[in-house]
């Protein structure tokens, strides 16, 4: 006979009244849970730490935006340069007459106005706020995109997990780059070529470069390329291991896997109302800022969208506005205006406002006084920058200025305190370490660094 054969009636009655009991003793657990504080003192908890959002829209001001002009301003004064101030939706809290559509999501918004670096070249400040560090020997850090992406993504996403749209990488291209991490981390640009049409008419140039296969290449015959490169890849990485060489195979396939996949429909901007795209403005920061919010919708963690100029912006890049100030900022906020606020009233009617940080920023501010050419010069001393949307406190000042604009106050924030809150609003361990190409480990954040605790929610 079999174990089971030999097993008495009473045996397996007392097997079914060991698993009566247990599961009174459950329930019975369990409802006393309920009833005592410790279920009540659990939910409040847990309340207390809301889901962290997912996903991260980074507006890159290429050149450095004057904060007078935007979000400190200083009518009072004479280097306020006869720009107003307007009311927002939150009581107290005003911004320039330049950002109308912006100022009525104030309530969503944390401006740190008490900015304070120590780099005034673009090069220099793009890299620092960007990576977090300041380019120094042979450690090549990786951008924020590249860090934050590391974290948030989803391996199986078929769509890349930091995507840069219409980047300016002229003032230093490594601050738009994987660094350390590796080509696996590389952002995917998006911006050259193809035409984004409204009413029939071209609009904007937005597109992934070499997404479709060549004409004379079918699937098959694309197929047995493929089988032949990873045959040479095999043979390359069995006698040269490491790193870099299992991050380039990983990111070719994460290349061909992104060709293949329905998800590439997010960059066909053609499916969505003309009204739409008019509202968030026909420009390419305008439509960037829309592929923005349909990658958002497909699971891609990180984005940044770049405004580099305007129309009416004379001979000045960007927002480096070192002649004719007050008329080219007007001129880029025309664009940033619509664009910006579009986004986040976009992203609240789709329910996906509170699981998105929205950051706007650049790589420092301008003087507060005007120069003989009616500029604004760099400068990094006091300046700012928004948090917005998910995992942020909105309606919120952080800091303050002087009343001329010349120096911080209050609260000082600098490059590392900035980057770090950002990372306690996405809920990512800013002391993470990663292992950097000299083989030393480094942090997300410079470990010195004091998030903003007052703005993350």
Known sequence: MTRRQKLRPQQSAARHVSRRTLLQATLGCAASAI?????????????????????????WMSGGPSQIDTF????????????????????GIQISENLPQVAKWMKRMAIVRSMSTKEGDHSRGTYVMRTGYRPQGPIQYPAIGALYSKELTNKDADLPGYVSISPFRGFNASAYGPGFL???????????????????????????????????????????????LSGLEDD?????????????????????????SESIAAFELDSEPDALKQK?????????????RRLVERGVPFIEVSLNNAAGNGGSFGWDTHQENLGR??????????????LMEDLDQRGLLDSTTIIWMGEFGRTPRINSNAGRDHFPAAWSSVLAGGGVKGGSIVGQTSPDGMKVVDRPVNAQDFLGTICGCLGIDSQAENISNVGRPISVVDPEAKPIQEVIA
């Not at 009833?35 to 980074?58: M, Q, V, Y």
């Not at 400190?72 to 009581?91: A, C, F, M, Q």
């Open 329 to 342: 900022v007007a001129s880029l906020c025309q664009v940033l205006d619509p664009a910006w606020a579009t």
């Open 236 to 260: 390359f990485s069995g006698s040269r291991p490491g790193n870099a060489v299992d991050g380039h195979r990983t990111a070719y396939k994460n290349a061909i896997r992104m060709m293949r």
């Open 35 to 59: 009833s005592s504080n410790w279920f009540p003192a659990f939910a409040a908890e847990t309340a207390d730490k809301p889901r962290r959002p997912g996903a991260c829209i980074l507006l």
């Open 72 to 91: 400190d301003p200083k009518p009072e004064h004479k280097n306020g340069g006869g720009r107003l101030s307007i009311e927002t939706t939150v009581p």
């Open 182 to 228: 590796g080509p696996r981390y590389a952002p995917l640009v998006v911006g050259n070529g193809g035409i984004v049409r409204v009413n029939g008419q071209p609009t904007s140039s937005l597109k992934v470069e070499n997404l479709n296969l060549p004409g004379t290449v079918d699937v098959a015959r694309h197929d047995d390329r493929l089988s032949i």
């Open 280 to 292: 968030y403005g026909l420009t390419e920061f305008g439509m960037g800022c829309l592929l923005a």
